[in-house]
Each structure stands twice: as structure tokens, then as C-alpha cells.
């Protein structure tokens, strides 16, 4: 049962990125069809994940803060507007070794995660949960979150470590025949936890694509034109 918790947390994980950038992609093509520019897409798109772009920055800001790697310019919306796959903000950091940068990389997703979980277990984990103005601010929070806390190419540039910090600590525990179950059990729940957040995020991201695709469908019937693709 472990196993397809774990399974299925790294499979709603993936869907969740394939999602995100569906979005990301699809608001630039109404750009395209309705202004001839993709611009003013990506400037919508910044200006309505700016609470998760926010949160994002911040999150590489506070680790590097905490692991005492010095930072310098922070910038929460695109530095240079280019078709594609969306590259929002940046926090500039000074460089150290591969595990302090590993998780400088990796804080966004695990702040987002963390925030998202933290929602849905306080807010959204009753069976009668009332649909009102609080509570739609909490899914849209939710939505901006989970669609920014991926991490870019430039933050996994030290990803290489973590498998052998996988090996390393396997061999520890193997070697010294440390007793983790209680922990295990916790990290179990968490993630039983974190898939029922991943599932409500990839509800709304299927409800958003569909409100969004039939925007494009309208506008190809406005402007008489199809676009597949950005370049």
C-alpha cells in the first residue's frame, strides 16, 4: 500500500507539470490569435500566478538565508518575454556546494507542497466544505502554487547528488540497523496527505484547461485562424 501511495505521488507530480505547462502554452496561443503577439499572454499569465511566483522567490530566499548562502537581486516577473515555456522570477544567489544548492533548488516545490498540504488538511478536509468567498480564495492560492513551485532547468544544476545522498544514507541506515518505522509511517501519511492535495490541484488545473480551451476555440472562431504550437 506504501508503494502506491509513493507511486502515485510522483505520478500526480508529473501530471501536474504537464499541466502547468499545457496552461502556460495554451494562454500564449489566445495571445497569439487575438493580438498577434504572445506578450500580452505571458503578462497575463505573471500578473495571475504572481501570489505563486511570490512564493516561489521566496522560497529560494529563505533557504539560502537559512543555509547561510548569500543572495543578491530578487525579480518576480520575467526578465526577458520570450515564447514558450514560461521562465517567471529569480533570486540570484552566490555559488556553494552541491547539497546547499540542491536544496535551494529544490525549496519551492517543497514550500508548495508543504502549503498546499497545510490547506487542504485545515481547510478542505471535511466532507461538507462550504463554497464561499474564503474558500474560493484558498483554491485560487492552491492553483497559483502548484502551478509555480516546479523547479527550472538552472535550479536542478546539482541534482546529480541526490542519488548518491539516497545511496549514502540507505547504506547508513543498512549498515547500523536504524528503526525508522514510526518515521516511515509519518512520511507515509504526508504523502497519502499530499496526493489527495495533488488531486484536487489537478481537478482544478483540468477545470482551468477547459475554460481556456474553449477561450481558444472561440477566438479561432473569431479570427477565422488555428494555432498549435508556439514558437
Given at each position: 500500500?506504501?508503494?502506491?501511495?509513493?507511486?502515485?505521488?510522483?505520478?500526480?507530480?508529473?501530471?501536474?507539470?504537464?499541466l502547468r505547462s499545457q496552461i502556460a502554452k495554451q494562454i500564449?496561443?489566445?495571445?497569439?490569435?487575438?493580438?498577434?503577439?504572445?506578450k500580452p499572454g505571458i503578462i497575463f499569465y505573471s500578473l495571475?500566478?504572481?501570489?505563486?511566483?511570490?512564493?516561489?522567490?521566496?522560497?529560494?530566499?529563505?533557504?539560502?538565508?537559512?543555509?547561510?548562502?548569500?543572495?543578491?537581486?530578487?525579480?518576480?516577473?520575467?526578465?526577458?518575454?520570450?515564447?514558450?515555456?514560461?521562465?517567471?522570477?529569480?533570486?540570484?544567489?552566490?555559488?556553494?556546494?552541491?547539497?546547499?544548492?540542491?536544496?535551494?533548488?529544490?525549496?519551492?516545490?517543497?514550500?508548495?507542497?508543504?502549503?498546499?498540504?497545510?490547506?487542504?488538511?485545515?481547510?478542505?478536509?471535511?466532507?461538507?466544505?462550504?463554497?464561499?468567498?474564503?474558500?474560493?480564495?484558498?483554491?485560487?492560492?492552491?492553483?497559483?502554487?502548484?502551478?509555480?513551485?516546479?523547479?527550472?532547468?538552472?535550479?536542478?544544476?546539482?541534482?546529480?547528488?541526490?542519488?548518491?545522498?539516497?545511496?549514502?544514507?540507505?547504506?547508513?541506515?543498512?549498515?547500523?540497523?536504524?528503526?525508522?518505522?514510526?518515521?516511515?509511517?509519518?512520511?507515509?501519511?504526508?504523502?497519502?496527505?499530499?496526493?489527495?492535495?495533488?488531486?484536487?490541484?489537478?481537478?482544478?488545473?483540468?477545470?482551468?484547461?477547459?475554460?481556456?480551451?474553449?477561450?481558444?476555440?472561440?477566438?479561432?472562431?473569431?479570427?477565422?485562424?488555428?494555432?498549435?504550437?508556439?514558437?
Open positions: 500500500m506504501q508503494y502506491l501511495t509513493i507511486i502515485g505521488f510522483f505520478v500526480l507530480l508529473i501530471i501536474l507539470n504537464f500564449q496561443i489566445i495571445s497569439v490569435l487575438l493580438f498577434n503577439n504572445y495571475f500566478f504572481l501570489p505563486g511566483v511570490i512564493i516561489h522567490e521566496l522560497s529560494h530566499l529563505i533557504a539560502a538565508s537559512l543555509l547561510g548562502v548569500a543572495t543578491g537581486e530578487i525579480h518576480i516577473f520575467p526578465r526577458e518575454i520570450k515564447p514558450g515555456n514560461i521562465k517567471m522570477g529569480s533570486v540570484q544567489s552566490a555559488e556553494s556546494d552541491p547539497i546547499r544548492e540542491t536544496l535551494i533548488g529544490s525549496a519551492p516545490m517543497l514550500f508548495g507542497i508543504a502549503i498546499i498540504t497545510f490547506i487542504i488538511l485545515f481547510q478542505f478536509n471535511s466532507q461538507n466544505v462550504v463554497i464561499n468567498l474564503q474558500n474560493v480564495i484558498y483554491l485560487y492560492l492552491i492553483y497559483t502554487i502548484s502551478n509555480t513551485m516546479f523547479v527550472s532547468g538552472e535550479d536542478m544544476r546539482s541534482f546529480w547528488v541526490i542519488p548518491l545522498l539516497i545511496i549514502v544514507i540507505a547504506s547508513f541506515i543498512f549498515a547500523f540497523s536504524i528503526n525508522f518505522s514510526s518515521a516511515i509511517n509519518y512520511l507515509h501519511d504526508y504523502m497519502l496527505l499530499a496526493v489527495k492535495a495533488f488531486a484536487i490541484c489537478g481537478a482544478i488545473d483540468l477545470l482551468s484547461i477547459s475554460l481556456i480551451m474553449t477561450t481558444k476555440y472561440l477566438a479561432e472562431n473569431i479570427t477565422g485562424r488555428r494555432l498549435i504550437n508556439i514558437k
